[in-house]
């Protein structure tokens, strides 16, 4: 390709935003990469932003990633390589020489390394980390001890704090000098001789403040923190509470030894959902990340789990109807509305639980008190049961001639869905009290108990009806 092509090929993409531009990128990266129009990939890449060029590496076959990743500037590739996905990282690790591969690891972000460090297998991680800075080493090793998930293991080191005794002439000095070297300036730290925080202002009170002014008389003093073991949960709702850009995590002894930025704290929030709905869906938590990458085998184990519990919870469903199939014998048609009772038990139940999970999530169900929203899931099941006789009950009446089938399944139908939102509320409350994830009390697992109840509700209401009929107990 001439150098007139690569450039038209440069303006083309240019004009390519949105979601789509890594899938363009990639198509004419890997056509650029095959015909070995190595200067038209340069051109092509000029305009393209790091995640966007780090999502075309991704999708191109195995044997063009390391190429494509090698005819980036030293830069380009360090900040490329924290946004590609954990197994196009560790594929490169793979094909990179190991000058090459020490050199990218040692600049990146602390806390980016870590991330990386915890994909990797431990003996590549031990060779990293030997071959790495003192200093860097130091700082990995420190993130790399604190438990995973929390705050400390999410924090990076690299942070600007100033002293009180600066004046802000000074300290924009500090900031210009540090600026290039961490990872937001946008919120700066206070800290005294022991390094304890004692106070925080943005970037733009500095830069407004009179150049004379201390920093002690610019900063505020009531500096929102986290500790090192928070979950990063709690992290994530702090910093969407406040609208940070960055929090900053003290340890024991409330000394500042990192802050966490908001686009670490998106990637949980996402990590975090992913791994509820995955829970409320009986699937097994694995690595959420890799899941469509996973083999078939992997992915079987990852559901059947959850699978072989409801299988023998239903097995439950079966003897109930055994025990009493004299009364399915007498009536046969009780039978053709076991599935709609069921049905209905288990979506009203699991309406509930989902609701509830997520109320739970973000915190919302605090407000409301968990009496209170048992309360109103189970009216609510209620109100969901009146409403679903008005078609149900003349429905069953007239399919079975007589009023015992379908006042049977009105008053089945109205404890059913009455019993599955009480449930569905309370199991999920009752897990969090213990200290438990409630989404593990997810949609299939209230749906299959809901299902043993029901069809015990609907059978005992029904043997009890034919008896009153018959004038006798069966």
């Known amino acids: 390709m001439s150098e007139t ?32 129009n190595y200067d038209g990939v340069k051109i092509l890449l000029q305009p393209v932003q790091p995640v966007d060029i780090a999502e075309a590496i991704g999708n191109l076959p195995l044997i063009l990633q390391a190429l494509a990743f090698r005819l980036l500037t030293k830069n380009e590739a360090i900040e490329v390589y924290e946004y ?30 870590v ?28 993130l790399l001890g604190y438990e995973a998930e929390t705050a400390g293991r999410l924090m990076t080191t690299e942070f600007i704090d100033l002293k009180e005794f600066y004046n802000a002439a000074q300290a924009l000095s500090i900031v210009r000098r540090r600026a290039a070297f961490t990872e937001t300036i946008y919120s700066l730290y206070v ?11 943005s970037l733009r009170d500095l830069v407004t403040a009179d150049p004379e002014a201390l920093i002690g008389d610019v900063m505020t003093r009531d500096v929102v923190n986290v500790a090192t073991d928070t979950d990063q949960e709690e992290v994530a709702r702090a910093i969407q509470r406040y609208d940070f850009l960055a929090l900053p995590v003290v340890d024991l002894e409330k000394r500042l030894v990192g802050i966490i930025t908001v686009d670490d704290v998106i990637d949980v929030i996402e990590q975090e959902a992913t791994r509820d709905i995955y829970a409320a869906g009986a699937v097994q938590a694995g690595d959420e990340d890799d899941y469509f990458q996973s083999n078939l085998f992997v992915v079987a184990r990852r559901r059947v789990v959850w699978l072989a519990v409801l299988v023998l919870a239903n097995g439950l469903t079966t ?16 039978a053709a509305f076991i599935p709609l009772l069921i049905g209905a038990g288990g979506n009203v139940g699991a309406q509930s639980s989902t609701v509830v999970i997520r109320g739970l999530s973000t915190q919302r169900i605090q407000v409301l008190g968990h009496v209170k929203v048992i309360i109103r899931e189970t009216i609510a099941g209620a109100l969901l049961g009146l409403l679903m006789l008005i078609v149900v009950v003349p429905f069953a009446w007239w399919q079975g001639e007589g009023p015992l089938v379908g006042t049977a399944v009105g008053i089945s139908l109205l404890a059913i869905t009455t019993l599955a939102a009480t449930a569905g509320a309370t199991l999920p409350l009752l897990f969090d009290r213990m200290g438990l994830d409630p989404a593990l009390m997810s949609a299939p697992f209230i749906t299959t108990a809901t299902d043993v109840a029901g069809v015990l509700i609907y059978l005992r209401t029904a043997s009890w009806l034919l008896a009153q009929v018959n004038g006798a107990t069966l």
């Open 5 to 36: 092509s690569a450039s038209s090929v440069q303006a083309s993409t240019s004009l390519v935003k949105g979601p789509f531009m890594a899938d363009v990128v990639a198509q004419q990266l890997e056509e650029l990469l095959s015909a070995g």
């Open 84 to 113: 590609l996905e954990p197994s196009v990282q560790q594929s490169l690790l793979d094909r990179l020489r190991s000058s090459e591969v020490l050199e990218i690891v040692e600049q990146m972000s602390p806390d980016d390394r």
């Open 115 to 142: 991330r990386l460090f915890d994909e990797l297998p431990a003996k590549v991680v031990r060779r990293l980390l030997a071959e790495l800075s003192p200093s860097e080493r130091k700082i990995t090793a420190e």
């Open 191 to 201: 800290t005294d001789k022991e390094r304890h925080l004692t106070g925080i202002l």
């Open 319 to 334: 003897q109930v109807i055994a025990m009493n199939g004299e009364v399915l014998k007498q009536v046969v048609l009780l």
